[in-house]
């Protein structure tokens, strides 16, 4: 049974237009488990088209840097007969300082990123977050495309697309803490490991997407697989601005008793009426204090400076080994490295249902590291031997990369921003999920930054950086991990006493 308030006119001007329109078509005021789904669809095509975005670049890359010897004109017998004939790259990208300049756009991109998350979360708590995440799709979508009008204007200045990118960066940083606070305030803790573990498939299914759109429109000249995302990103951004509700106070609906019930006593604090005049957005330091949002900040500072490697290097990587003594084309380069992203939403959701059997997310987030330092190993030493190993390899690395990099950006984002400390405030969830975030970022400049350098030299030395980063990721965890097993080990003493 659902109990709904009367609507008031200040929550029916706070519904979404789109929303209005649908209720007054339907003569009746939606369901709490209508407006659940409704959140979920918008929230994941939103940062899909995010992630399309952020992935354009890694593909691009290869058109405008230095060409893989596997494209030279004397090795043409090896490949395709429908291969088009070798181009140079993109001045002043193709040069022998080219893959160094594209990895400086990477950490421009991911450092301004970073550091605008931090503000994005403060900014969250304390705005409507569907204005706030429309402004940031329109903004993405403006300055993806702006970097691809570079190619038709002939622009050949290493500091447009620098700073192109640093803009970029500010208005993605947006998004993961606005669609983590929506996803936040519409459910509770119950199942939230693997609900927000399916629903984080966004941004593999993300990568996927940018990958596949901006190789098969590379043919056509790179700057349409920057300018096409653009625009789908500002059409989402419309569709997210007509429909999203952001939390069911706003929306004028109240969980039912069965979604009250079903959260536990651990969720009684922050299922009270969470909109109280009184309450005020919780500060940037107070949100720091929250009992494990340091740790898990700090682990995902490594964790992600792997994954942000795979989604900006991957494609370059492959495009540059040889496998089975065979080099692929830039198109085959981004196809193939699709599978990664897949492996990662297989992680992604494995990682969210075992936390939640569990109910141990550091444990979980802390196996999967340690797991990826074989998975790394194994990739960079037998990947090349044939292409069904090599994607055998990419697919298990992609499971226990991303799979806990999911985890703690998702649930373990949610759980802290709606940790019993706060006694019920839920303003901030934004605030939370952007220190996780943003630090990660942090990691996730710095990776792509130092790969653009190392590669030049050793491909083992990029790997060897990997590994060691997913091991101090998952030493992080240790004090964590330490005390779930405490608990659990006085959970069994407690029922077997019992």
């Known amino acids: ?104 756009l990477d950490v421009a991109f991911l450092f301004v990123y970073a550091i605008g998350m931090y503000f994005s979360g403060h900014v969250g708590d304390r705005m409507d977050l569907r204005i706030f995440l429309t402004v940031g799709m329109l903004g993405t979508g403006l300055f993806t495309a702006l970097f691809g009008v570079g190619y038709w204007a002939n622009i050949h200045n290493f500091y447009y697309y620098m700073l192109i990118q640093m803009v970029a960066g500010l208005f993605q940083s947006t998004g993961w803490p606005s669609v983590v606070a929506v996803v936040g305030n519409w459910f509770g803790k119950k199942k939230r490991g693997l609900i927000m573990g399916i629903w984080n498939a966004h941004t593999s299914v993300g990568n996927i997407t940018g990958s596949l759109v901006a190789s098969i429109l590379l043919k056509y000249g790179w700057g349409w697989s920057m300018v096409v995302p653009g625009i789908i990103i500002a059409f989402s951004g419309m569709v997210v601005f007509l429909l999203l509700p952001v939390h069911p106070e706003y929306a004028g609906v109240n969980k039912d008793e069965d979604e009250v019930l079903s959260t536990g006593k651990e969720d009684e604090e922050v299922n009270e009426p969470l909109l109280r005049e009184e309450e005020s957005a919780v500060g940037f330091i107070e949100a720091w204090r929250i009992p494990g949002v340091a740790p898990f900040a700090l682990c995902l500072f490594f964790a992600k400076l792997v994954a942000y490697t795979f989604l900006y290097w991957l494609p370059f990587y492959i495009s540059h080994t040889a496998i089975d003594g065979r080099y692929l084309s830039n198109e085959d380069s981004g196809n193939l490295s699709t599978l990664f992203d897949v492996g990662g939403v297989v992680g992604g959701i ?147 006493s019992s």
Not at 413 to 428: E, F, I, P, Q, V
Not at 441 to 450: M, N, Q, R, T
Not at 454 to 474: D, Q
């Open 350 to 496: 494995l990682a969210g249902y075992i936390s939640d059997q569990l109910d141990a997310r550091a444990i979980t987030a802390a196996s999967f590291m340690y797991c990826a330092i074989p998975a790394l190993y194994l990739y960079r030493s037998y990947g090349h031997i044939s292409m069904t190993i090599n994607i055998i390899l990419m697919l298990i690395t992609g499971v226990f990369v991303n799979g806990p990099y999911a985890l703690i950006t998702t649930a373990v984002s949610a759980d802290l921003g709606t940790h019993r400390s706060l006694k019920g405030n839920s303003r901030a969830l934004a605030t939370v999920t952007a220190i996780i975030d943003g630090t990660g970022s942090i990691g996730a400049a710095i990776g792509p930054f130092l790969t653009g350098y190392i590669s030049t030299k050793s491909w083992n030395a990029v790997f060897v950086m990997l590994m060691g980063a997913v091991f101090i990721a998952g030493l992080l965890l240790t004090r964590l991990v330490v005390a779930e097993v405490s608990g659990k080990i006085q959970e069994l003493r407690s029922q077997r």
């Open 1 to 104: 049974m659902e109990s709904s308030p009367d609507p008031t006119v200040e929550t029916t001007n706070s519904k979404p237009p789109g929303i209005r329109l649908i209720e007054s078509m339907k003569k009746s005021s939606l369901s709490f488990k209508s407006y659940q789904v409704i959140v979920l669809i918008l929230t994941f095509f939103a940062y899909t088209s995010y992630h399309a975005n952020r992935k354009t670049t890694s593909i691009v890359k290869q058109a405008l840097g230095p060409q893989s010897p596997g494209v030279l004109p004397s090795l043409q017998w090896q490949r395709n007969i429908t291969q088009k004939p070798f181009r140079d790259g993109w001045l002043p990208f193709d040069g022998p300082n080219g893959t160094a300049m594209l990895g400086d």
